[in-house]
């Protein structure tokens, strides 16, 4: 079933008719002659492609940016559980160098259970994003949860990877944000593995220097977790970005957090 703005939560003005935003796999293999993971994908992940939607001035009309003129809604209809990460992040890096980085698009992401918005981001070393990132929203079935927020297509364009990945519609130090997030992720799986660790071991000073390390990570998180870039009074960011491709979840679900274990 092909899925349309108003599905997602867009205004019926944005809506791309079926006939127009088709995009077959052989037209998308010409344009960006895929390699590697992502060619892969494409032939074996991915069953079709359709822009659903287009945000511009003239469909919703929020003016353009210095660096937003559109957003394009993909809807991606794929074959598995996990994301095409790899085809979404070549199509992406297509489309910017064609558009000199004033496109945009957001992925909708169409399986048999439900469907998940996706975006990229590019790399903002000043914010702590040292390279392009791929950011997942949670699985959802019947639910529109998109809204457009902002005055100008920018902010538009950041209040939609906000309401991806942080479950918020503030478009306000959106990178710096993520990179926070990231940050969480990656010291929250380093507490999993010294955990481990510390479990598996019975010599008492390799389990002191464990603690020790897994009670300055806990710090550091419980510092991050209470403080926040900017305002955004309905975030709930210390659960909220899938780095990874995700898997199978129930609609609007989040992750838990990691709790500290009793030593």
């Known amino acids: 079933m092909a899925l349309t703005a108003m599905d997602i939560g867009l205004p019926s003005t944005c809506s791309v008719p079926v006939q127009r935003g088709r995009l077959t796999k052989e037209a998308i293999r010409n344009?960006?002659?895929?390699t590697g993971k992502a060619a892969k994908q494409l032939a074996e992940a991915?069953?079709?492609?359709?822009?659903?939607?287009?945000?511009?001035?003239?469909s919703v009309a929020i003016p353009a940016s210095v660096t937003t003129k559109q957003i394009n809604v993909?809807?991606?209809?794929?074959?598995?559980?996990?994301?095409?990460?790899?085809?979404?992040r070549s199509f992406s890096a297509h489309l910017g160098e064609q558009s000199k980085h004033v496109s945009k698009i957001l992925y909708v992401l169409h399986r048999d259970d439900g469907w998940m918005v996706a975006a990229y981001r590019n790399a903002n070393v000043h914010?702590?994003?040292a390279t392009g990132v791929m950011l997942f929203g949670p699985l959802?079935?019947?639910?529109?949860?998109?809204?457009?927020?902002?005055?100008?297509?920018?902010?538009?364009?950041?209040?939609?990877?906000?309401?991806?990945?942080?479950?918020d519609h503030d478009p306000h130090h959106i990178?710096?944000?993520?990179?926070?997030?990231?940050?969480?992720?990656?010291?929250?799986?380093?507490?999993?593995?010294?955990?481990?660790?510390?479990?598996?071991?019975?010599?008492?000073?390799?389990?002191?220097?464990?603690?020790?390390?897994?009670a300055a990570i806990r710090k550091e998180l419980s510092a991050l977790q209470g403080v926040q870039q900017g305002p955004a009074p309905n975030s709930n960011i210390s659960n909220a970005v899938h780095l990874i491709s995700p898997k199978r979840t129930s609609a609007r679900s989040r992750p838990s957090s990691l709790t500290s274990s009793q030593r």
Not at 31 to 34: F, Q, V, W
Not at 47 to 54: L, W
Not at 74 to 88: G, Q, S
Not at 143 to 155: A, F, K, V
Request: glycine share 2%; hydrophobic share 40%.
């Open 140 to 167: 959802s079935w019947d639910t529109p949860y998109l809204h457009l927020r902002g005055e100008h297509l920018d902010d538009v364009w950041d209040s939609l990877c906000a309401q991806t990945a942080l479950d």
């Open 46 to 58: 991915i069953a079709s492609v359709q822009i659903i939607a287009t945000v511009s001035p003239d």
């Open 175 to 214: 990178d710096e944000r993520i990179a926070k997030q990231m940050h969480i992720r990656t010291l929250e799986g380093s507490l999993a593995k010294l955990q481990k660790a510390h479990n598996r071991t019975t010599q008492i000073a390799t389990r002191n220097r464990l603690w020790e390390q897994m």
């Open 74 to 88: 993909l809807e991606v209809d794929i074959k598995e559980d996990a994301a095409p990460e790899e085809f979404l």
């Open 127 to 129: 914010a702590g994003i």
């Open 31 to 34: 344009a960006l002659h895929p």
